[in-house]
């Protein structure tokens, strides 16, 4: 199979990379590699052909979409409608995000696909416009709505990585809100999702890809600390820039798709150590 990973020289395309091209034919494109996919005239070298679209261009969180909001926009709506109108003929997996389902009411309460989503940043609302651009323009795709994704060569200075950095140097994690839960993913349990996606041609559905465990940051940084044996942590106030997280259900993509996470966040974060 012909697979395009649009946007695939980060963290999450660098490991789509080395597990799809096991067995398909894999191109990367990205900015970084010199296509901005913003400009139709670096798009028109790039061959329609592909069964498989994969769009994780974007940027990776709401702190870099405040660090380049005009950049952002453009990519996650210009730069989106011009890879949807070039690779009409594919099947067209786009990457969302859990961001786009806004604060949750509780943290015990998981969010299912068919909820309204109410994003209250501007990095889920461009990922909830995203998702409308994708089902208004193309008639084959699949939208993945992962949350909190870690693993080996994350960005430093994500959740996981920044945790685990100070308590190695014997700092202090600052852990902002004593209510402030996450669905922590890993970028293996993402890749095995999206190669089920792939495999089964899931056409104009939505899925939530995570473990589906709420952990609370504090009880994370605790045993960060007592696995390396230094640091300690602290609890701020909560930022309320971004909204309040808990898990995600994600039985539709067990039944659908035959998905089965692996990997538990305490296991994950032995692998970081």
């Known amino acids: 199979m012909n697979i395009?990973?649009?946007?695939?020289?980060?963290?999450?395309?660098?490991?789509?990379?080395?597990?799809?091209e096991q067995d398909n034919n894999v191109v990367v494109i990205?900015?970084?590699?010199?296509?901005?996919?913003?400009?139709?005239?670096?798009?028109?070298?790039?061959?329609?052909?592909?069964?498989?679209?994969?769009?994780?261009?974007?940027?990776?969180?709401?702190?870099?979409v405040k660090r380049s909001p005009v950049e952002a926009?453009?990519?996650?709506?210009?730069?989106?409608?011009?890879?949807?109108t070039k690779f009409n003929n594919s099947h067209f997996i786009y990457f969302s995000s859990s961001m786009v389902y806004g604060n949750w009411d509780s943290n015990l309460a998981n969010k299912y696909e068919y909820e309204n989503p109410?994003?209250?940043d501007l990095y889920g609302r461009l990922k909830l416009v995203g998702e409308g651009l994708v089902k208004e323009l193309h008639?084959?795709?699949?939208?993945?709505?992962?949350?909190?994704?870690?693993?080996k060569g994350d960005d430093p200075s994500r959740v996981l990585p920044t945790f685990i950095?100070?308590?190695?140097?014997?700092?202090?994690?600052?852990?902002?809100?004593?209510?402030?839960?996450l669905d922590f993913t890993n970028v293996s349990d993402v890749v095995q999702a999206?190669?089920?996606?792939?495999?089964?041609k899931s056409r104009n559905q939505i899925y939530n890809v995570s473990y589906s465990q709420s952990h609370a940051l504090d009880i994370i940084a605790e045993y960060i600390c007592t696995q390396i044996g230094t640091g300690s942590y602290t609890i701020s106030q909560r930022d309320y820039d971004y909204p309040k997280r808990g898990a995600l259900?994600?039985?539709?993509?067990?039944?659908?798709?035959?998905?089965?996470?692996?990997?538990s966040v305490q296991e994950g974060i032995k692998g970081l150590l």
């Open 73 to 84: 926009t453009h990519t996650m709506t210009t730069g989106l409608i011009n890879c949807l």
């Open 165 to 181: 950095r100070t308590a190695k140097e014997g700092g202090v994690i600052e852990v902002k809100g004593h209510d402030n839960c």
């Open 194 to 200: 999206v190669r089920l996606m792939i495999e089964r």
């Open 118 to 120: 109410a994003p209250i």
């Open 249 to 263: 259900d994600i039985q539709k993509a067990k039944t659908e798709l035959g998905y089965d996470p692996k990997i």
């Open 4 to 20: 395009l990973l649009i946007g695939g020289a980060g963290f999450i395309g660098k490991h789509l990379e080395r597990e799809l």
């Open 30 to 64: 990205d900015k970084k590699f010199g296509t901005n996919v913003n400009n139709h005239n670096h798009l028109n070298l790039i061959s329609p052909d592909y069964d498989c679209v994969v769009f994780l261009a974007a940027e990776p969180n709401l702190a870099a």
């Open 139 to 151: 008639d084959n795709w699949t939208i993945i709505r992962p949350t909190a994704v870690y693993g």
